[in-house]
């Protein structure tokens, strides 16, 4: 079968329409950090139609072609890289998008296709038996080792020089509520576990501020008297999210008698709180656990943002990124572990 001068078999054509859609997820998951769960689905159903018109040319090709090329490879990707997905999945490696992404390529691509395109034979390396989705996933791997160098660089010839200069860098506060990641700050100095981005903003959908106006009035909206009567909805703390709010979450106990005391100024006082910020009454109130953020790692985010006018961030760059890449090195070059090696 040919398709614009390519010759490859029916179900290799047709592994190539995951390309755009791995385009997609991988654009995506880096503007939102959200791949919605549909996406897999015809990707799925798709896959299991070409691996069962795959098995069937390889019986009727005769030889090894059923044994050798098709159900070694098979068992391989189905019996190791889904098992792969599902352990990083278990312990936290992966998002859940990742780990679907990863058993929707075992099953669409649990051989190595091949690609004559005129003198030239895509992929260009391949090992004697492989598995086309685990040199996808190698490839991803080998591609996200490259990221925190490159963050490093760019870091060393900005003059930034610190202990987390491979894994983020320091923007202004004011492009936090657009920004993907997690802080790298606490109080205390830089550290690698920092408050996620996401819960902040979930933090600031519930109150029903902007994180400009809890700078502004930072005393006063750490007495956790100045919680909203009525929250609004925390949303899932995405960018992109769109989630009508009350200012400041409502009524305010502040505007009240139990307002936080003010100094001659006009400024509020730091008092101590027994709930600083509101958070574990906020963790309280929500479903789920915000990212699995502690009361304690949210006031120390919200400790730094409320003074601090830049801070260090992780993009927390997605995985999907280097699967894409991944496989588009996989359908042109091959194995670059293997390849490289060998």
């Given at each position: 079968?040919?398709?614009?001068?390519?010759?490859?078999?029916?179900?290799?054509l047709?592994?190539?329409?995951?390309?755009?859609?791995?385009?997609?997820?991988?654009?995506?998951?880096?503007?939102?950090?959200?791949?919605?769960?549909?996406?897999?689905?015809?990707?799925?159903?798709?896959?299991?139609?070409?691996?069962?018109?795959?098995?069937?040319?390889?019986?009727?090709?005769?030889?090894?072609?059923?044994?050798y090329?098709?159900?070694?490879?098979?068992?391989?990707?189905?019996?190791?890289?889904?098992?792969?997905?599902?352990?990083f999945?278990?312990v936290?490696?992966?998002?859940?998008?990742?780990?679907?992404?990863?058993?929707?390529?075992?099953?669409?691509?649990?051989?190595?296709?091949?690609?004559?395109?005129g003198?030239?034979?895509?992929?260009?390396?391949?090992?004697?038996l492989?598995?086309?989705?685990?040199?996808?996933?190698?490839?991803?791997?080998?591609?996200?080792?490259?990221?925190?160098l490159?963050?490093?660089?760019?870091?060393?010839v900005?003059?930034r020089?610190a202990?987390?200069?491979?894994?983020g860098?320091?923007?202004?506060?004011?492009r936090?509520?657009d920004?993907?990641?997690?802080?790298?700050?606490?109080?205390?100095g830089l550290?690698?576990?920092?408050?996620?981005?996401?819960?902040?903003?979930?933090?600031?959908?519930?109150r029903?501020l902007?994180?400009a106006?809890?700078?502004?009035?930072s005393?006063?909206?750490?007495?956790?008297?100045?919680?909203?009567?009525?929250?609004?909805?925390?949303?899932?703390?995405?960018?992109?999210?769109?989630?009508?709010?009350?200012?400041?979450?409502?009524?305010?106990?502040?505007?009240?008698?139990?307002?936080?005391?003010?100094?001659?100024?006009?400024?509020?006082?730091?008092?101590?709180?027994?709930?600083?910020?509101?958070?574990?009454?906020?963790?309280?109130?929500?479903?789920?656990?915000?990212?699995?953020?502690?009361?304690?790692?949210?006031?120390?985010?919200?400790?730094?943002?409320?003074?601090?006018?830049?801070?260090?961030?992780?993009?927390?760059?997605?995985?999907?990124?280097?699967?894409f890449?991944?496989?588009?090195?996989?359908?042109?070059y091959?194995?670059?572990?293997?390849?490289?090696?060998?």
């Open positions: 079968m040919t398709l614009a001068g390519a010759v490859a078999t029916g179900p290799d047709c592994r190539l329409l995951a390309v755009p859609v791995f385009a997609w997820v991988a654009y995506r998951d880096l503007e939102t950090r959200r791949v919605s769960s549909s996406v897999w689905i015809p990707l799925s159903l798709l896959g299991t139609v070409l691996l069962v018109w795959d098995g069937w040319l390889a019986w009727t090709a005769g030889g090894t072609g059923w044994t090329d098709f159900l070694v490879p098979t068992a391989l990707s189905l019996g190791l890289v889904v098992p792969i997905a599902y352990l999945w278990w936290g490696g992966f998002g859940g998008a990742d780990a679907k992404a990863l058993l929707v390529l075992a099953v669409f691509f649990p051989t190595f296709p091949e690609y004559a395109l003198s030239w034979t895509l992929p260009l390396e391949t090992p004697p492989g598995t086309f989705s685990f040199t996808i996933l190698t490839n991803a791997v080998l591609v996200g080792i490259t990221l925190p490159f963050l490093a660089v760019r870091n060393a900005a003059g020089i202990p987390v200069m491979f894994v860098w320091p923007i202004s506060w004011e936090i509520p920004t993907h990641g997690s802080l790298l700050e606490t109080p205390a550290t690698r576990s920092g408050l996620d981005l996401d819960a902040l903003r979930m933090y600031l959908r519930w029903g902007s994180l106006a809890l700078r502004e009035h005393e006063r909206y750490r007495d956790p008297a100045t919680l909203p009567a009525e929250p609004n909805p925390p949303t899932d703390g995405a960018v992109t999210a769109d989630e009508p709010t009350r200012g400041d979450g409502g009524t305010l106990a502040s505007d009240g008698d139990s307002a936080a005391p003010e100094a001659e100024d006009g400024s509020a006082t730091d008092t101590e709180h027994d709930d600083p910020w509101g958070a574990e009454a906020f963790l309280d109130d929500i479903e789920g656990s915000a990212y699995g953020t502690t009361p304690e790692t949210l006031r120390d985010g919200l400790e730094v943002l409320a003074r601090e006018e830049t801070v260090w961030v992780s993009p927390g760059t997605p995985f999907l990124v280097p699967v890449a991944g496989l588009v090195i996989a359908l042109v091959g194995d670059l572990l293997l390849g490289t090696l060998l």
